[in-house]
Nanobody, 126 residues
Framework: QVQLVESGGGLVQAGDSLRLSCAAS????????MGWFRQAPGKEREFVAG????????YVADSVKGRFTISRDNAKNTVYLQMNSLKPEDTAVYYC???????????????????WGQGTQVTVSS
């Protein structure tokens, strides 16, 4: 069992930055690929960014490319999502997720993930 707790969300203005953190506990963090997803009101949950278990491979969705960066610190059992140049359309609940993986891959499909956090709200005002 892996427990994931997100933090760092809040209310910001367009153009501001936020860094989300997701702290993991319960299993060996370095055995898990991690991902960030988001869900806006009335919309389906969508992939934002993924990172392999070692951090060597990353991917961000086209909608946030150039503005968001995913990283991880396996010594701290934490994955981060640095969000710059935030836009009102980035408003959503952001979730982190973990996928047991020894393949060195990241995953974009939410069905690949075994564990989910409770989410943190990000609201961007115009």
């Amino acid at each position: 069992q892996v427990q994931l707790v997100e933090s760092g969300g809040g209310l910001v203005q367009a153009g501001d930055s936020l860094r989300l953190s997701c702290a993991a506990s319960g299993r060996t963090f370095s055995n898990y690929a991690m991902g960030w997803f988001r869900q806006a009101p009335g919309k389906e949950r969508e992939f934002v960014a993924g990172i392999s278990s070692t951090g060597s491979n990353t991917y961000v969705a086209d909608s946030v490319k150039g503005r968001f960066t995913i990283s991880r610190d396996n010594a701290k059992n934490t994955v981060y999502l640095q969000m710059n140049s935030l836009k009102p359309e980035d408003t959503a609940v952001y979730y982190c997720a973990a996928s047991l993986s020894f393949s060195g891959r990241y995953y974009r499909n939410q069905n690949e993930y075994n564990y989910w956090g409770q989410g943190t709200q990000v609201t961007v005002s115009s």
